[in-house]
């Protein structure tokens, strides 16, 4: 297959405890070096114009995937190959220099990410208006805010052009509405047919934008497929690990401790993805060191986007008693509201009259959800249908005397 | 593996595609040659920076880029008042002044070019480990804004040849030369004291006192013809000596060049520059894991 990306038997390795010249002493005195694979054997292909996701828990090997496909450091086995010129969305504002006007510092972080001059001129005002300083262009960066900066620094970055597009943690930088201007900016090189690898621990983000992704744990690649099927896999994982590890001691200074939260089909199992107007089930593993009596849980769904609160459900506030040991809290919803799109899960516990949360749960579950009766608006109600037809006084067909057509939504 | 129909479609044309293969690095002084040719894609960077480099270095001084002419006047200052009123040097009727400052124009740019260039690849972690350009780029520049700040000491010395009544003869032809080697030596010095200081810090220690010693193993504050003749083989072998006497030689005119000396400093920088160039490339590759 063509691609514009390949990986063949990557490998990365790091060596520990690296002093200065020991690694030269051990060796003369024999003892064995300390080293570990970051990457080891890890091969894919981008084709010309995909988007690949890559995911995996932190240390998997994320970071070093790309500081390799960006050349910032040498694998130590295995090559890669990638066709045209590639660039990163990275946020250079670490090569600002603090004395010089925003104008000055833009063309130098332009220069050094592999931009002409004469580039950079014709895309100076773009530049500015993406970054929201308006007339502070002309002003030294030392007088910028934190947010200008970041903001300015990542405005450059998005004005490279490239074949092949790296995109990091985006979604770190800035406020929601400079975040929203990233990702339609990585929309925007996607329709034009840039290959973009987007390296992130936000699922929700690489599912949208990924139709493919790779799944990295340990420094290998554990799977590879669909972006929906890999991501559902990943979650699927961790919460598996979340609530498979008895032995794991519970936060002693924490009364109730959350395990894991997912949402769950009729049938008991894991549903990352669910319809319109299902019956679903959220289900919430808490922990408990010492037997309390005023517990109070509270599952929150949250819009993926904007992470708005959409739906609460929680036990009542006058608490309940759970014994010590592990629980289950359930909470089954007849007929999910929610229209199709992404989700996320949180939940927090609470001791009854307390506000604060005892532990929470935020951006490690997320729902999908995928098809239904729903049509359009903001939220789907269980309904029924039917159609009522008085008869008509001077109704000249007999066998019309009375239609009546029923049916239904709620399943 | 299935590719998913993509409804976008590449624009234009089909784009002319230049493939890169990274591997594990190897010492290879050739492959590090061929890297020559991508430093030119990467002039406007080149240029930039070395701008940034002169705009900071003066920002917020008052006299700016006076210090490039204030520093050598200085340093001739001192010299003089130590080498010709307290200890006299020999000069052959020559004004110690003018022999002390057409030796330190070479030496200076010498010796900002190699502490400054030092630490430019170690001490610009934020960069390196975000960003990849050609790394030799970081040190090139700071040996740039050396050559800049050299040749206003150069403007110096001509001011100061004038008001002393001191005209270059015909040697005067040689000083581009010299010059050509010195920068040659600079690059070759620069880039493996770049490249070794990211391992071993100890370089950046240790380098003002080897570039002041250096300094008084070279005839910066001396003519060559002061040292005795039979240590002449041996003070030669340093490469800083051919070049600062050939560049006071043919500038003030005092006598033929000493191409001996000269011939010593190019070998160096024949053996330096490759093999400098090839360690940096090699070490480039995972600097990012040590700095």
């Known amino acids: 297959m063509s691609y514009d990306v390949r990986c063949v038997d990557l490998g990365k390795r790091y060596w520990l405890r690296q002093g200065p010249g020991s690694r030269l002493l051990r060796r003369l005195l024999g003892a064995p070096a300390e080293d570990f694979w970051a990457l080891r054997h890890v091969g894919f292909d981008v084709a010309p114009g995909e988007v690949l996701g890559v995911i995996g828990p932190n240390g998997a090997g994320k970071s070093t995937l790309l500081k390799l496909l960006s050349s910032i450091t040498a694998p130590s086995e295995g090559e890669i190959r990638i066709r045209g010129r590639i660039a990163a969305l990275i946020e250079i504002g670490s090569g600002f220099h603090p004395e010089l006007t925003g104008r000055e510092n833009v063309f130098l972080s332009g220069t050094i990410l592999g931009l002409r001059r004469r580039e950079i001129a014709q895309r100076l005002d773009s530049i500015v208006d993406f970054a929201g300083i308006g007339g502070f262009i002309d002003v030294p960066v030392k007088w910028y805010s934190s947010g200008m900066y970041v903001r300015l620094g990542f405005a450059v970055a998005a004005h490279l052009e490239a074949d092949v597009l790296l995109v990091d943690e985006v979604l770190a930088v800035g406020d929601a509405e400079f975040q929203a201007r990233c990702l339609r900016r990585i929309h925007e090189l996607r329709e034009r047919g840039t290959t973009i690898i987007f390296i992130s621990h936000d699922l929700g983000t690489v599912e949208r934008m990924c139709r493919r992704a790779v799944l990295l744990r340990r420094g290998a690649v554990v799977a590879e497929g669909d972006a929906r099927d890999i991501v559902t896999e990943y979650q699927q994982s961790v919460t598996d690990e979340q609530l498979a590890r008895p032995s794991l001691a519970p936060d002693a200074a924490r009364s109730i401790a959350i395990r894991g939260l997912r949402a769950a089909g009729q049938d008991g199992r894991d549903k990352g993805v669910a319809r319109t107007g299902e019956r679903i089930r959220l289900e919430l593993a808490v922990r408990t060191v010492q037997p309390v009596t005023d517990a109070v849980a509270e599952v929150k769904i949250y819009s993926y986007d904007d992470g708005v609160l959409l739906f609460e459900c929680r036990t009542p506030d006058s608490g309940i008693s759970l014994a010590s040991g592990d629980h289950v809290v359930r909470f089954d919803i007849e007929s999910l509201g929610l229209l199709p799109g992404a989700y996320t899960l949180g939940a927090i516990v609470r001791r009854s009259g307390a506000t604060a949360a005892v532990d929470w749960w935020f951006g490690r579950t997320t729902l999908h959800v995928d098809g239904g009766p729903a049509a359009g608006g903001q939220f789907h109600l269980p309904y029924r249908w039917s159609v009522d037809s008085p008869a008509s006084p001077d109704a000249s067909a007999p066998d019309v005397e009375m239609s009546r057509r029923r049916g239904a939504s709620t399943r | ?291």
Not at chain 2, 101 to 130: C, E
Not at chain 2, 196 to 216: N, S
Not at chain 2, 234 to 240: H, I, K, V
Not at chain 2, 267 to 288: C, H, M, N, Q, S
């Open chain 2, 1 to 291: 593996m299935a590719i998913l129909a993509d409804p976008a479609q590449p624009s234009g044309p089909a784009k002319t595609v230049r493939e890169t293969l990274i591997r594990p690095p190897v010492f290879s002084v050739a492959a590090a040659l061929a890297s020559v040719a991508a430093l030119g894609r990467h002039r406007d960077l080149f240029y930039t920076l070395t701008l940034h480099r002169i705009r900071v270095r003066y920002k917020q001084s008052v006299l700016g880029i006076g210090w490039a002419v204030l520093q050598p006047l200085a340093t001739m200052a001192v010299l003089t008042i130590v080498f010709s009123y307290i200890a006299r040097i020999p000069t052959a009727g020559m004004p110690y002044a003018v022999v002390a400052l057409a030796g330190l124009v070479p030496w200076t740019g010498f010796s900002n070019a190699i502490t400054t260039s030092t630490h430019s690849l170690a001490g610009q972690a934020q960069l390196v480990t975000r960003v990849y350009f050609p790394r030799e780029i970081l040190p090139l520049t700071y040996i740039c804004a050396a050559a800049i700040d050299c040749a206003l000491a150069g403007v110096l010395l001509i001011v100061v040849m004038a008001l002393y009544g001191v005209a270059p003869g015909p040697a005067l032809l040689f000083a581009p030369v010299v010059l050509l080697v010195l920068l040659a030596l600079v690059c070759g010095f620069a880039l493996l004291a770049a490249a070794t200081q990211v391992r071993f810090r100890d370089v950046g220690v240790a380098m003002p006192i080897v570039l002041q010693l250096l300094m008084f193993a070279s005839p910066v504050a001396y003519p060559l013809d002061a040292v005795p003749s039979r240590f002449l083989s041996l003070y030669t072998l340093n490469p800083l000596a051919g070049i600062v006497e050939n560049f006071r030689r043919s500038v003030l005119g005092t006598g033929p060049l000493h191409f001996e000396s000269l011939a010593i400093s190019a070998a160096w920088a024949a053996i330096l520059l490759p093999l400098g160039y090839a360690y940096f490339k090699w070490v480039e590759a995972t600097a990012a894991d040590l700095v």
